[in-house]
């Protein structure tokens, strides 16, 4: 019996992580699941199609010590001229009855949040993308300085199939 388990885990870990549209993913690990407010998360990228359409997705992987139901991003996407596009991004990560939305077993749960549907990368060059929180108690000026609950922030770049 263990060993029909451990086959089927494996199976469907291979089936999940498979991804014939993938072209970039990329994970950075929050030291002790804890997101300071002053650390921005940096990933680059090149060398993609230069007409065809991307997808993008910020992923974010939180435990149960998270302590909101949503969750406010700042994320910049840079483009080798040196044009920025900067987003203000919120994001769902529960149900109102307390339920984590995303997927995985145990307390990780991990969210593929979109950030640019059908976008082109029309320049060669390095592609830059910085994600920092941007999260604040109801009423508070200043920012949560340390985020409790984000184990890693990742970046993931598909090609896009519409």
């Given at each position: 019996?263990?060993?029909?388990?451990?086959?089927?885990?494996?199976?469907?870990?291979?089936l999940?992580?498979?991804?014939?549209?993938l072209?970039?993913?990329?994970?950075?690990?929050m030291?002790?699941?804890?997101?300071?407010?002053?650390?921005?998360?940096?990933?680059q990228?090149?060398?993609?199609?230069?007409?065809e359409?991307?997808?993008?997705f910020?992923n974010?992987?939180?435990?149960?010590?998270?302590?909101?139901?949503n969750?406010?991003?700042?994320?910049?996407?840079?483009y080798?001229?040196?044009e920025t596009?900067?987003?203000?991004l919120?994001?769902k990560?529960?149900?109102?009855?307390?339920e984590?939305?995303?997927?995985?077993?145990?307390?990780?749960?991990?969210n593929?949040?979109?950030?640019?549907e059908k976008?082109?990368?029309?320049?060669?060059?390095?592609?830059?993308?910085?994600i920092?929180?941007?999260?604040r108690?109801?009423?508070?000026v200043?920012?949560?300085?340390?985020?409790?609950?984000?184990?890693?922030?990742?970046?993931?770049?598909?090609?896009?199939?519409?």
């Amino acid at each position: 019996m263990h060993n029909n388990f451990f086959t089927v885990l494996v199976l469907a870990i291979c089936l999940v992580s498979c991804n014939s549209n993938l072209v970039f993913s990329d994970y950075e690990p929050m030291a002790n699941g804890k997101w300071n407010l002053d650390e921005t998360v940096h990933f680059q990228f090149s060398e993609l199609d230069s007409i065809e359409p991307y997808n993008m997705f910020i992923n974010i992987r939180n435990d149960n010590t998270f302590p909101f139901s949503n969750l406010f991003l700042i994320a910049e996407l840079e483009y080798p001229n040196g044009e920025t596009i900067k987003d203000t991004l919120e994001y769902k990560m529960s149900e109102p009855s307390g339920e984590w939305l995303g997927q995985g077993l145990g307390s990780i749960k991990e969210n593929k949040l979109w950030f640019h549907e059908k976008i082109v990368f029309p320049d060669s060059g390095v592609y830059k993308v910085s994600i920092a929180h941007a999260m604040r108690k109801n009423g508070d000026v200043d920012g949560i300085h340390t985020l409790e609950g984000i184990t890693d922030v990742g970046l993931e770049i598909e090609k896009s199939t519409q």
